[in-house]
């Protein structure tokens, strides 16, 4: 393990491709069967337009066999509507060829205006709660928000964070962070993972490789932070590497630049980071999250079918793409573009198929998905 001794960030052959998938025969054989685009669908997580499975929502579920959904407060009605809505979603992957069970996120974290759902138990902000010193007051918000996403069939929590807040709190995420010091933010993160593993929630940690080092808002522009890799390594990486070492079941991207590691890409896009640095030197072997690609430091940028293939290239394993309203065009021009950029070889097989290994390992841990040989998968 590299990370805490000094290593030096390598040239851009130290980022050619090798699989970290561990070698098994019947999940491979099984991945080989499946279409361009059945696979292209288990990297799709998308977003209802309202609070009902729309025809069209089903067509994704049964013709593309996207991966995964995810929840915001305009999905939501109640409590019963919502229970009603995250079953007939997964009702409706199980009805189909493959049967592979949806992957069903939300943000759920401390403070009213992070938590998008509006049901359930309410928790002050993460800086809040983190002052109050006492790791049973960070387990007991866990415990109970883990109660409530189970209730509402809800599997997949785009949190922790882990971001590092700034030592004088200015950080664009200072109240979402646990604080300024590493070593507390991995004990608290550390925590909220180990209460969500114990419900089969998968934890999904947040904003590698750490968004504490700005007070810009990546919704609104791209954001740049000129940390050095050894300055990252002995702080904004703590909290990861002790959840990684844990067992960490996905991560998500920050759209960031971070010139001292990339001068060229944001984190979301970058081999260098999701390779070299989160994959090779911290070890990590779980999911791979893009942040919601429609948010300005990426559509201002780039075109997005080539910015959703550049991420999986890069190692994103599932792309987020919640407000197509904010797209030039459809989300299955995106989906077309990028089964067709896969059959023609623009977009790495291998690549492709280690993420759809990734995502039906997680299912299988997590959701109790198995494949059966006389499915003819």
Not at 69 to 84: H, P, T
Not at 325 to 340: A, N, S
Not at 350 to 368: E, F, P, Q, T
């Amino acid at each position: 393990m590299l990370l805490f001794a000094g290593a030096v960030l390598e040239t851009c052959a130290s980022y050619a491709y090798t699989s970290p998938i561990p070698d098994d025969p019947f999940l491979r054989a099984y991945v080989s069967k499946m279409t361009p685009e059945e696979k292209i669908g288990q990297l799709f997580m998308l977003c209802l337009p309202g609070t009902e499975l729309t025809p069209e929502m089903k067509k994704w579920i049964s013709d593309h066999k996207i991966g995964g959904m995810a929840i915001f407060g305009k999905n939501v009605a109640d409590e019963g509507q919502l229970i009603a809505l995250t079953r007939a979603m997964q009702t409706a992957a199980s009805g189909t060829s493959l049967g592979i069970p949806l992957f069903i996120a939300t943000d759920h974290e401390p403070g009213d205006s992070f938590m998008p759902i509006k049901l359930g138990k309410t928790f002050p902000y993460a800086k809040t709660l983190a002052a109050k010193n006492d790791p049973d007051v960070i387990r007991k918000m866990a415990e109970d928000m883990s109660a409530d996403l189970t209730k509402w069939g809800i599997n997949m929590n785009f949190y922790p964070v882990a971001d590092i807040d700034r030592p004088d709190g200015t950080s664009f995420m200072s109240t979402r962070s646990f604080g300024s010091d590493p070593n507390k933010v991995a004990e608290y993160t550390g925590i909220v993972f180990d209460v969500f593993e114990s419900h089969r929630i998968i934890s999904v940690a947040k904003h590698f490789p750490g968004h504490g080092g700005t007070a810009k808002d990546s919704h609104k522009t791209l954001p740049v932070i000129n940390k050095t890799l050894e300055s990252m390594k002995s702080a904004d990486f703590i909290p990861y590497y002790n959840t990684i070492k844990k067992g960490l079941p996905a991560v998500m991207m920050a759209h960031i630049l971070y010139p001292k590691l990339d001068p060229k890409l944001p984190a979301t896009l970058s081999k260098i980071i999701i390779r070299n640095i989160l994959r090779k030197e911290l070890g990590f072997q779980g999911l791979v999250v893009s942040d919601e690609m429609l948010m300005d430091a990426i559509k201002k940028n780039y075109s997005i079918p080539d910015a959703c293939r550049m991420a999986i290239e890069a190692g994103i394993d599932i792309i987020l793409i919640t407000r197509p309203q904010l797209m030039e065009q459809p989300v299955e021009q995106v989906y077309l573009e990028l089964v067709k950029a896969l059959k023609s070889g623009k977009l790495s097989s291998a690549i492709v198929d280690d993420s759809v290994c990734r995502i039906l390992i997680a299912k299988n841990k997590y959701l109790g998905f198995e494949i059966h040989p006389q499915s003819g998968q």
